[in-house]
């Protein structure tokens, strides 16, 4: 009796599960009709080898512009790369260092609707902000904004709001 018992107690969860097998309920696709997600490129920007404009050490941070085209921050160069909405490269600013226009460490990019450039600093907790030419207007520190801005959002009116990371020892 016991060992009858425990083969029913073993057996319950298998029987349990044999009235889900058979036939699919009218209208519902089998998983294997269905095709996988593809991912198709449609343009792609950047080089290994050749026009410096082209190459990237390490893209930090990219966004689309207001005109079409698309801005690059690479971390590695500390530059932003403005692209045309065809992938030519039309004009470039910044790079490592100290100083107006310069960086320590930049991770967002950020074009408001009035045309200027955000550019946040991680560890420092600046903002550099800059024309659409390129051009450095000022830099602000952002008091309590973190170490690590996760992400830059613009609205109509050229404000902006940043979502930072901030890791506080106790």
Known sequence: VRKAIVLFAHLLPV????????????????????????????DSIGLLTGDSSYVFGAVMDFAPLQDGGTVILDRLDGRISLFAPDGRFASGFGALGEGPGRFQYPVRVLELPSGLFL??????????????????????NMEGMGIFPLAMAAFDDSSFLSYNFQMVLD
Do not use: K
């Open 15 to 42: 029987a349990a599960l044999v009235p889900g097998c058979g036939e699919r309920p009218a209208g519902q696709p089998d998983e294997r009709d269905i095709p996988p997600d593809t991912a198709v490129l449609i």
């Open 119 to 140: 550019v946040a600093e991680m560890l420092a907790g600046t903002v550099s902000v800059f024309d659409p030419q390129g051009t450095f207007i000022d830099r602000w």
